[in-house]
């Protein structure tokens, strides 16, 4: 058997039939079975990426069952394989249903060669491109050097070189932005990157705990020093002792307490409630709010002194509305993450999902995001996941916009993004699915104002 030779799997319990595809299938390494029992056993030794099978098979010829338990044995041991079923005229429905299992396509009998050569042809390349797409996710992700921060867009990747440049330092660092775009994780990045990293992360909400009890919650207590003090407790911020500590929402903070963390800010020394001993903290802080703290000062509601105490470098997180590049890929990422959360099966998003998404406006920005796609694996029927599943609609645009040019240029950014996520970032693979030439696509590109690089790397691969 030659090596070069794609595998293809034959199940089919006709004789004659099976000899008839050894002879017109010779540009491919078969492998012919006759039982269910037999594909699956050579399945799972060979791992071909192509496989044709007959719906009709003993011990039941008429119907579909044997032929569907294999297909869905096929999938679960290779969800990759590109099925092919091969079913009469009088039971298309099966074929339907076959496919809605996710076999890839389906043929009538009888045979016609030519089509099913073609069939097979579509099918090895699209396996082919997927195998390709996989590697370079996985590139991607293990190579990226902030863990847990995905996006492709010119503003994500400023933001990441900007994380890389003060994590080794110990300035404080502000990260604004709005709520749902991933402020923690900002914050995480920087403790992760930096000397600190093995030390305590402690993170603290200003804006979820009554100001009766933040207090203690910073800086801790002695026992007896309330009612309900039964013991001594130690705050947030002595918890962080060497590590980093993240106030969220720190806008929130009440105004008693701003004047306390600006004294601990210039000492490093704090009291707990109703102690009398200084206790030295070495502690990094990270603040984040998605308020704006400048309309704030002006007001008095937050003190200019600790602003810029807190905000000797700013972050700023770019809403997902403005990074439109990232929201498939994003996406991706997640339905990834929930189906093995979920030990569930799907396969992508479906062409109008893609497109919903793309186009969405994600007011809750990536939390939504992430809420929309976990639900969807959750309650998704079919083996991909529709606009339906995200309770979305297809291609959904601002009522108000009706500016020609930039419905157009919409309109290729949009095709561009799912072509660049489907390609994982791959210009030549991504050339090629737009139909386009690569300096056509760099000149796009440009035009556009799109990224052309990830957060690690100067531009995106150019390897087919």
């Given at each position: 058997m030659s ?8 199940l089919?319990?006709?004789?004659g ?7 017109a299938?010779?540009d491919?390494t ?10 699956l ?8 990426p192509l496989?044709?099978?007959?719906l ?5 010829p ?5 032929g ?14 590109k ?15 076959a496919v809605?299992?996710?076999?890839y396509?389906?043929?009538q009998?009888p ?5 099913l050569?073609t ?13 390709e ?7 991607k ?5 902030i ?5 492709v867009?010119?503003?994500?990747m ?17 990260a604004?932005?709005e709520?749902?775009?991933?402020k923690?994780?900002?914050?995480q990045a920087i ?6 990293s093995r ?13 009766a009890?933040l207090?203690?919650?910073l ?7 309330f009612t309900?003090?039964i013991?001594?407790?130690i705050g ?9 500590l993240?106030?969220?929402?720190i806008g929130?903070l009440?105004?008693p307490?701003q ?25 990094r802080?990270?603040?984040a709010?998605n308020?704006n703290?400048?309309e704030r ?6 003190r200019?002194?600790?602003f810029?105490?807190l905000?000797?470098v700013?972050?700023r ?9 990232d929201?498939?890929?994003l996406?991706?990422?997640?339905l990834k993450k ?5 030990d ?17 406006g994600w007011?809750?920005n990536?939390?939504e995001?992430?809420?929309?796609v ?7 029927d ?5 606009a339906?599943?995200l309770e979305l609609?297809a ?6 916009e009706?500016?020609?040019r930039?419905?157009r240029?919409?309109a290729e ?13 791959n210009?030549?693979i ?6 386009v030439?690569r ?8 035009s ?5 690089g ?5 531009e995106?691969?150019?390897?087919p």
């Amino acid at each position: 058997m030659s090596e070069d030779k794609p595998k293809l799997l034959i199940l089919e319990d006709d004789e004659g039939l099976r000899r008839q595809y050894k002879w017109a299938l010779s540009d491919y390494t078969l492998f012919l079975s006759g039982t269910r029992a037999e594909a699956l056993e050579l399945m799972r030794i060979e791992r071909p990426p192509l496989a044709v099978i007959d719906l009709g098979l003993p011990p039941d010829p008429d119907g579909a069952t044997e032929g569907l338990a294999a297909l869905e044995g096929i999938l679960a041991m290779a969800p990759e394989t590109k099925i092919i079923v091969a079913s009469g005229n009088e039971s298309r429905a099966h074929a339907l249903r076959a496919v809605s299992l996710g076999a890839y396509d389906f043929y009538q009998k009888p045979i016609e060669i030519e089509v099913l050569r073609t069939i097979l042809d579509r099918a090895l390349r699209l396996y082919k491109l997927e195998g390709e797409n996989r590697e370079l996710a996985q590139l991607k992700l293990s190579s990226s050097p902030i863990d847990g921060i995905i996006g492709v867009s010119q503003e994500m990747m400023r933001m990441c070189r900007t994380i890389e440049k003060i994590a080794p330092t110990n300035v404080a660092v502000l990260a604004l932005g709005e709520s749902g775009t991933g402020k923690e994780l900002v914050a995480q990045a920087i403790h992760s990157l930096s000397p600190r990293s093995r030390r305590p992360f402690v993170a603290i909400n200003c804006g979820a705990i009554p100001e009766a009890l933040l207090e203690s919650e910073l800086f801790g207590h002695e026992k007896g020093a309330f009612t309900g003090a039964i013991k001594q407790t130690i705050g947030k911020i002595e918890q962080a002792h060497t590590g980093t500590l993240f106030l969220d929402e720190i806008g929130d903070l009440p105004q008693p307490l701003q004047v306390k963390l600006l004294r601990f800010l210039s000492t490093r020394l704090i009291e707990r409630i109703g102690g009398r001993q200084q206790i030295p903290v070495d502690v990094r802080i990270v603040c984040a709010t998605n308020q704006n703290l400048e309309e704030r000062m002006a007001d008095g509601r937050f003190r200019e002194d600790l602003f810029y105490r807190l905000n000797e470098v700013i972050i700023r997180i770019p809403p997902l509305r403005d990074r439109e590049e990232d929201s498939v890929l994003l996406a991706s990422y997640f339905l990834k993450k929930f189906n093995d959360q979920f030990d569930k099966k799907l396969r992508g998003f479906t062409t109008e999902a893609i497109s919903a998404i793309a186009s969405n406006g994600w007011r809750g920005n990536v939390r939504e995001l992430e809420n929309r796609v976990k639900r969807a694996v959750v309650m998704a029927d079919g083996t991909h996941i529709t606009a339906a599943d995200l309770e979305l609609t297809a291609g959904a645009a601002d009522e108000d916009e009706f500016d020609l040019r930039a419905a157009r240029a919409r309109a290729e950014r949009m095709v561009i993004q799912r072509a660049l996520t489907h390609s994982n970032g791959n210009l030549s693979i991504a050339a090629k699915l737009l139909g386009v030439s690569r300096p056509t696509l760099y000149s796009l590109l440009e035009s556009l104002g799109m990224a052309v690089g990830a957060p690690n790397a100067s531009e995106v691969s150019d390897t087919p």
